[in-house]
């Protein structure tokens, strides 16, 4: 079946430092990939997504490249602010057969400090 | 355009009673994704509708139960409340015209407790 590993946190750094967090995945099909974000209190926003082998997502300065080689979706971000404090989900949807749920990691905690 | 809406955002039920959760999807969007989520389990599939139809069910017992109405809005029931169905229930809407790249936008929530 379908899963998502992501690297569990907490991750705390300081404001402008430079953000990585881990996510690999196994699918039977061929996956589109999302990262979300979950703000304390909210529901999941989509940050960005890729849909095809080397397609890079962005967006607010975040970035992940799908690499089908190595089975991976890394969020990345140049310089993290405070307002980046957030949970992140690292998740796959399936295009194969008629399964569109989304499989989700388990999260990622991620605080920035001043 | 609205976002997903859910209501209520909050609930508390005591055990044994029964529970109905409502959804509104993006407008134009026809398919209906329920999640649970809870900090040992994640977030968890239960149920997608499309067109008034069940399309996928997660793992989840038949106390668990959805349905869609013709306006795509959706309602999620829970039956005999357990103490570990304390969560975030999710709904996410998606307008499903390009299949698995769609995206799904996700509700604020309805945070149930049960006691």
């Known amino acids: 079946g379908n899963s998502v590993t992501q690297m569990e946190g907490p991750v705390t750094l300081s404001e402008e430092a430079f953000l990585t967090i881990n996510c690999t995945y196994t699918?039977?099909?061929?996956?589109?990939l999302f990262w979300y974000v979950q703000y304390p209190g909210e529901g999941l926003q989509l940050l960005l997504k890729?849909?095809?082998?080397?397609d890079k997502g962005s967006n607010k300065g975040f970035e992940a490249t799908y690499r089908k080689e190595t089975t991976s979706f890394h969020l990345e971000k140049g310089s993290v602010q405070v307002s980046d404090s957030a949970v992140y989900f690292c998740?796959?949807?399936?295009?194969?057969?008629?399964?569109?749920?989304?499989?989700f990691g388990k999260g990622t905690l991620l605080t920035v400090n001043p | 355009k609205a976002g997903v809406t859910q209501t209520p955002r909050y609930l508390i039920k005591t055990r044994g009673q029964q529970v109905t959760l409502s959804c509104s999807p993006i407008s134009g969007h026809r398919s209906v994704s329920w999640y649970q989520q809870t900090p040992g389990q994640g977030l968890q599939f239960l149920f997608e509708?499309?067109?008034?139809?069940?399309?996928n069910k997660g793992n989840f017992p038949g106390r668990f139960s959805g349905r869609q109405f013709s306006n795509s809005r959706s309602e999620m029931n829970v039956s005999t409340l357990e103490l570990g169905d304390s969560a975030l229930y999710l709904c996410?809407?998606?307008?499903?015209?390009?299949?698995?790249?769609?995206?799904?936008?996700f509700g604020p929530g309805t945070r149930l407790t049960v006691l």
């Open positions: 996410a809407s998606s307008s499903q015209t390009s299949g698995a790249t769609d995206t799904q936008y």
């Open positions: 998740a796959l949807s399936d295009r194969g057969g008629s399964n569109y749920k989304l499989t």
């Open positions: 890729a849909t095809k082998a080397d």
């Open positions: 699918a039977t099909g061929y996956p589109s």
């Open positions: 509708y499309f067109s008034e139809t069940q399309r």
